[in-house]
């Protein structure tokens, strides 16, 4: 399944700040959810039907889709 992507404000705000390789990350990600060839960790309780996906050295990011 094929998904379109589309960005909250408050996420074009935090990715102009992130680093050009965290950038760089952040839209392989989004090929990869487009193309259906990724599917993170399905999200429990209000979140069900979402998925996450952890990045970054901690992972202090998190992308939700």
Do not use: C, W
């Not at 992130?18 to 487009?34: K, T």
């Amino acid at each position: 399944m094929a998904y379109k992507v589309a960005y909250r404000s408050s996420f074009e705000r935090d990715f102009k700040k992130m680093n050009s390789g965290i950038q760089n990350y952040v839209l392989d990600i989004e090929d990869q959810i487009q193309d259906g060839t990724l599917q993170g960790e399905k999200l429990k309780g209000n979140f069900q039907g979402f998925y996450k996906i952890p990045f970054g050295h901690k992972p202090e990011y998190r992308l939700v889709y």
